[in-house]
């Protein structure tokens, strides 16, 4: 299966919120494989399915433990916080501390159908998080504070206007959502 294309900052389909699963059918477990095929090759942490310009409510992610799926992921308890060097594969080779909860207690949906129940932490809650965020339309550029902000969209704006290489030193994606 061949690696998707992802969509990058300025992409309008990454302002939309994804719509609900309603079938899990061999589309979607198609679309699964490439989304986890396309992280790896990032390489990236997590993939929500509007980053490759599909508006579903599904993503994929490996903390180290292997690919998972989640559709229809819902957090239904958040709590604490927590402070980490957030990046993410549609703003490549930039990344800033964000503060969020900490634990989340994730909903969902597994492949097969068989609902999920999930309490993380950390790096897991994080891309829980920060996946959720895509599949409503959100930027992780929406979650700094006002001096990062403003930083980011001088990048970002400076970015748009010259197109050399948005990665010279090859730091980026360590751990891109
Ligand atoms: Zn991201």
Redesign the pocket.
Known sequence: MPSLTIRQYGDPVLKERARDVEDIDGSVAGLVDSMVETMYAAPGTGLAAN?VGVQRRIFVYDIGEGARTVINPRIVESDGEWAFDEG???VPGLSWEIVRPNAVHLVGLDLDGNEISVEATELEGRVFQ?EID?LDGIL?VQRLDEDQRKEALKILRSRTLDLSPSDPDGLSNLF??
Request: some cysteine; aromatic content about 0%.
């Open positions: 980053q993410c594969l549609s920060h895509h992780l891109s959502l």
